[in-house]
C-alpha cells in the first residue's frame, strides 16, 4: 500500500463514524418534548342538584361505588374550589375497616368559606362505596376526579 494512503486511513475512518453518528442524530425521532402524563384509575364527576342531598336517597348521583380492580388512593377536587383546597382522596383497601364512608361537601373546616370535603381522606374495601353529599348552601360544587 501506498505510504500517505496507509497514513490517511485513520483520519478517513474517523470522518466516516462522524458523519455516520450525524446521520443517525439527524434522523432521529426526538423532538425533545415531552409527553402528557397517563392519567390512571377510576375517573368520576357528581354535581349537586342543591342543597342539603339526602343521604337516605338511593340512586343520587353522589355515590360512587369502588371495584376490587380499583385498589389503590385517588385524589379528587371540587372543580370551582380546588384552588382553595377543597381537595381529598378515597383509599381502597382490603384492609380497611370500611365497607362504606361518607364525605360531606362544603363542611367547616380547615379552608375558610367552608370550601372543604370533611373527611379528606377515606378509606374503603374494595366493592365498597362512598356518598358525597352537599351540606352547603352552595349547589356549584363538585367531586371530580
Not at 392519567?39 to 376490587?68: E, H, I, W
Not at 383509599?91 to 370550601?115: C, E, F, H, I, R
Request: hydrophobic content about 35%; aromatic content about 6%.
Amino acid at each position: 500500500m501506498h505510504p500517505r494512503l496507509v497514513r490517511a486511513l485513520p483520519a478517513l475512518a474517523v470522518i466516516l463514524a462522524l458523519a455516520s453518528a450525524l446521520i443517525a442524530g439527524c434522523s432521529s425521532n426526538s423532538d425533545n418534548s415531552t409527553a402528557p402524563p397517563v392519567v390512571t384509575g377510576p375517573t368520576f364527576s357528581f354535581a349537586f342538584p342543591g342543597t342539603g342531598t339526602s343521604l337516605t336517597s338511593p340512586g343520587t348521583s353522589n355515590k360512587r361505588v369502588f371495584t376490587g380492580a380499583e385498589i389503590g388512593s385517588w385524589d379528587y377536587r371540587c372543580v370551582p374550589h380546588s384552588g382553595n383546597g377543597m381537595t381529598g382522596t378515597v383509599t381502597v383497601d382490603a384492609a380497611s375497616p370500611n365497607d362504606s364512608q361518607t364525605v360531606s361537601v362544603g363542611a367547616p373546616g380547615p379552608n375558610p368559606g367552608n370550601l372543604n370535603f370533611v373527611p379528606k381522606v377515606v378509606s374503603i374495601k374494595p366493592d365498597g362505596y362512598v356518598r358525597w353529599v352537599n351540606v352547603s348552601n352552595m349547589s356549584i360544587h363538585t367531586v371530580t376526579r
